[in-house]
Nanobody, 112 residues
Framework: VQLQESGPGLVEPSQTLSLTCTVS??????????YSWIRQPPGKGLEWMGA???????YYNPSVKSRTSISRDTSKNHVTLQLTSVTPEDTAVYYC?????WGQGTHVSVAS
């Protein structure tokens, strides 16, 4: 399986960040597979944001749950992360992962 993140490199404060994880080599509908979003702000550790499983059930980190939505498009075999009301503190490299398979990550800066 391969994972590829995509999205805007720059988002303005208060806007909504949307990222897509395109999955190739496997179906996102397989029940026991979880696709997670993790981020790493500059100079900080990794933060798990949430996940979606093969049935479409979602799981969120309480610290970002109120602003985060993870969804999927089974016809395109991709998983989407939306983060609302972003601030500069949301600047980070965002990764899509499944088990021990990581995408290359996509850097997002929040700035006006």
């Amino acid at each position: 399986v391969q994972l590829q993140e995509s999205g805007p490199g720059l988002v303005e404060p208060s806007q909504t960040l949307s990222l897509t994880c395109t999955v190739s080599g496997d179906s996102i509908t397989i029940a026991y597979h979880f696709y997670s979003w993790i981020r790493q702000p500059p100079g900080k550790g990794l933060e798990w944001m949430g996940a979606i499983d093969g049935s479409g059930s979602t799981y969120y980190n309480p610290s970002v749950k109120s602003r985060t939505s993870i969804s999927r498009d089974t016809s395109k075999n991709h998983v989407t992360l939306q983060l609302t009301s972003v601030t500069p503190e949301d600047t980070a490299v965002y990764y899509c992962i499944r088990g021990n398979v990581w995408g290359q990550g996509t850097h997002v800066s929040v700035a006006s």
